[in-house]
């Protein structure tokens, strides 16, 4: 595996932190609201130019890794990756358990796992590689 760059940076919080949150990184910050694939929970996706930087993810009681208690704001750190067969292989062969999800009109496939200290880490791989 090669980590190619920075993918981008989430913040969960219940849904009235969010939108005031949306608001700062919009108004103060500069971000501007794009496309956001229509995943099973409810959030915005800030651009930096044509790159979706920051995601915003609402809290989501009934799903504890959807909880801003989970990991405390930071949800998780997402990089862009290559050599998803090896990674995955490399995961098995350790014994780690990690979720493996296709996005949607994205052409991407996404690993998540959690670090030693249980911040979720999410790999990003083209599905075409």
Not at 39 to 61: E, Q, T
Not at 70 to 85: M, R
């Amino acid at each position: 595996m090669s980590i190619e760059s920075i993918n981008h940076f989430n913040i969960i919080a219940p849904a009235a932190v969010i939108a005031e949150v949306r608001r700062f990184y919009i108004d103060v910050i500069g971000l501007t609201e794009g496309f956001r694939p229509n995943f099973d929970f409810d959030g915005h996706w800030l651009y930096a130019g044509n790159a979706p930087i920051l995601h915003l993810m609402v809290a989501d009681a009934a799903h504890p890794s959807r909880n801003a208690d989970h990991t405390g704001n930071l949800d998780h750190i997402a990089l862009t990756a290559t050599d998803l067969e090896v990674t995955e292989a490399r995961f098995k062969v350790a014994g780690l358990s990690y979720i493996r999800k296709e996005v949607p009109n994205f052409n991407i496939v996404q690993l998540f796992i959690q670090d030693p200290i249980g911040l979720n880490i999410e790999l990003n791989f083209s599905a075409s590689a």
